[in-house]
Nanobody, 126 residues
Framework: EVQVVESGGGSVQAGGSLRLSCVVSGLIFNDYTIGWFHQAPGKERDREGVSCISNVDGRTVSADSVKGRFTISSDNAKRMVYLQMNKLKTEDTGIYYC?????????????????WGQGTQVTISS
């Protein structure tokens, strides 16, 4: 059974930082792309791809809205993916979902995802 489990959400003020963690089990970690989606409040049907990393070759893709602020990294030995979020803005508020995909693309798309985590809440106050 594949399990994707996020942690690290919380509440901080704008300009602050958080680090999200995701542990994945039940699949060949090194063969997958792992990444994060953001679901803003009130948009239950809309998840935006934030960033992903290929565990095959380390390539990363990030949304324009987070470039220069968020950094994704992976520790293949620990089967962990991290999202370091700096310079947080109120619009970063929402649920962050970790997801695993067996394919790579130039954009991190919901259509690629095979497995989802339950999500972790991030709240940024002004």
């Amino acid at each position: 059974e594949v399990q994707v489990v996020e942690s690290g959400g919380g509440s901080v003020q704008a300009g602050g930082s958080l680090r999200l963690s995701c542990v994945v089990s039940g699949l060949i970690f090194n063969d997958y792309t792992i990444g994060w989606f953001h679901q803003a409040p009130g948009k239950e049907r809309d998840r935006e791809g934030v960033s992903c990393i290929s565990n095959v070759d380390g390539r990363t893709v990030s949304a324009d809205s987070v470039k220069g602020r968020f950094t994704i990294s992976s520790d293949n030995a620990k089967r962990m993916v991290y999202l370091q979020m700096n310079k947080l803005k109120t619009e970063d508020t929402g649920i962050y979902y970790c997801a695993a995909a067996a394919v790579w693309g130039r954009r991190w798309r919901i259509e690629y995802v095979g497995f989802w985590g339950q999500g972790t809440q991030v709240t940024i106050s002004s």
